[in-house]
């Protein structure tokens, strides 16, 4: 049923999934935020970003956020790389679900949304490995 190897995928999911949260969210709270120079970045220098305004770092203190993110981005990456597969189903599985729930007007209003949302995705170069 629910073996380790189970248990830690299930962790490493949930991990990427939080990281992926927090983000979304730096990029959203940078892209909310009024000063023009800090437009435009992702990644890693988005979160270095937000945590330098919201969180008052020092030059120091920047620097290292910086290296610790990138120390570990291949780590992340990796991880992404190995849980993509199962994500994609997943997200499919959901969409489908909730189709399954709309109307057949609703449900050509959804699949508009999706579309936008993919297309967006792309722009920003967030869907650039599908």
């Not at 291949?74 to 599985?93: G, H, K, N, V």
Request: charged share 30%.
């Amino acid at each position: 049923m629910f073996n380790k190897s189970k248990a830690w995928a299930f962790g490493l999911l949930a991990a990427v999934f939080a990281a992926g949260i927090a983000t979304g969210a730096a990029v959203e709270a940078i892209a909310d935020d009024d000063r023009a120079p800090r437009r435009g970045r992702r990644g890693a220098e988005a979160m270095v970003g937000h945590l330098t305004h919201e969180l008052d770092l020092s030059p120091v203190q920047t620097d290292s956020v910086r290296a610790i993110l990138e120390r570990h981005r291949p780590a992340f990456e990796a991880a992404w790389r190995e849980m993509r597969p199962r994500y994609d189903s997943l997200r499919q599985q959901v969409r489908a679900e909730i189709a399954a729930q709309l109307s057949a007007g609703q449900r050509a209003r959804y699949e508009r949304l999706l579309a936008d949302l993919e297309h967006q995705h792309r722009r920003r170069g967030d869907g650039k490995d599908s």
